[in-house]
């Protein structure tokens, strides 16, 4: 298991933008899928961003064109770039961490184990 300790949330306007950033322990980081969740109140917990350990990102509709995920593995960090900032992207943000797992697992919560604290993303209209 790796541990990760999200950074990077914050209050922002409506069409503004925020970076998260997840750093993880541990020194098998690129063996990792990373992956991106968030949860608004009284919904579930939804998938939103992820780089399989074996590559390619992948996001989900709502944010395909506005967010942007990374990482840097000399750094053991993932980044999300979030643009463009609508109401309801507004949620508590989690990163995650699943060993090797693949890339349809990668897509929902089932395929981590190791997950941050959570970050509050607040878009005001």
């Known amino acids: 298991q790796v541990q990760l300790v999200e950074s990077g949330g914050g209050l922002v306007q409506a069409g503004g933008s925020l970076r998260l950033s997840c750093a993880a322990s541990?020194?098998?980081?690129?063996?990792?899928?990373m992956g991106w969740f968030r949860q608004a109140p009284g919904k579930e917990r939804e998938f939103v961003a992820a780089i399989p350990f074996s590559g390619g990102t992948y996001y989900t509709d709502s944010v395909k064109g506005r967010f942007t995920m990374s990482r840097d593995n000399a750094k053991n960090t993932m980044y999300l770039q979030m643009n463009s900032l609508k109401p309801e992207d507004t949620a508590v943000y989690y990163c995650?961490?699943?060993?090797?797992?693949?890339?349809?697992?990668?897509?929902?919560?089932?395929?981590?184990?190791?997950w941050g604290q959570g970050t509050q993303v607040t878009v005001s209209s």
């Open positions: 995650a961490a699943g060993y090797r797992t693949t890339t349809t697992q990668a897509m929902g919560r089932a395929g981590y184990g190791s």
């Open positions: 541990g020194r098998t980081f690129s063996s990792y899928s």
